[in-house]
């Protein structure tokens, strides 16, 4: 079985300064791993997927996740906030060989001025 | 490139009526996973289709069932609905997911039951 946790509900930071929303995972194979943004009333959008090529993987937006498998971990960083990366991200797992997404619950990011 | 389509945005129902909703994934994507998101249970996996066949199923009651058809569009359909139904549903469509594509998420049906 597979779960991801997502170690903090909500994370508050000031424009301009670092982002990490940290993530721990348990998966019985070697996992694939996804972090999503959802924006109120929108849908999830993907901001980036490890698949087992380089440990440090880039997304979007300037989003970038390192999957350290000594520590089953899965943090997304970005170097300097902006306002708009107020949103809830979810840490997704899914085991290789299924086609079924475990989420966390979510880490709600607020973002002042 | 058209997104995934979801279709109604919202409705509103009331408890003991039976609802259908929509899903047209990316042309070419054969999978498409419906996925209910709650307040308090976060985001669940429904079910999964791929060409025409359910592959996998949640933990979900009987009450919700779907199906896909020919052309890789997919409804869900939830029976004698309850008030703890009222929920975001999203539709994800991909490639092959077991290839690990990713999956790509419409913007959802908002469903509240009265």
Redesign the interface.
């Known amino acids: 079985a597979q779960s991801v946790t997502q170690l903090d509900s909500h994370v508050s930071v000031s424009e301009g300064t670092p982002v990490l929303l940290r993530c721990n995972y348990s998966s019985s194979y070697s996992p694939s791993l996804f972090w999503y943004v959802q924006h109120p009333n929108k849908g999830l959008q993907l901001l980036l997927k490890y698949t087992s090529a380089a440990t440090l993987v880039k997304g979007i937006n300037g989003f970038e996740a390192e999957f350290k498998k000594s520590e089953t971990s899965f943090h997304l960083t970005k170097p300097s906030a902006h306002m708009s990366d107020a949103a809830e991200y979810f840490c997704v797992v899914s085991d290789k060989g299924y086609s079924t997404l475990t989420f966390g619950k979510g880490t709600m990011l607020l973002v002042s001025p | 490139k058209a997104g995934?389509t979801q279709t109604p945005r919202y409705l509103i129902k009331t408890r003991g009526q039976q609802v259908t909703l929509s899903c047209s994934p990316i042309s070419g994507h054969r999978?498409v996973?419906w996925?209910q998101q709650t307040p308090g249970q976060?985001?669940?996996?429904l079910f999964?289709y791929?060409s025409e066949t359910q592959?996998?199923k949640?933990n979900f009651p009987g009450r919700f069932s779907g199906r896909q058809f020919s052309n890789s569009r997919s409804e869900m359909n939830v029976s004698t609905l309850e008030l703890g139904d009222s929920a975001l549903y999203?539709c994800?469509s991909?490639f092959r997911?077991?290839e690990?594509y990713?999956?790509?998420?419409?913007?959802?049906t908002r469903l509240t039951v009265v």
């Open positions: 995934v999978s996973s996925y976060g985001l669940q996996f999964e791929f592959r996998n949640g999203l994800a991909s997911p077991e690990n990713g999956y790509t998420f419409g913007s959802g």
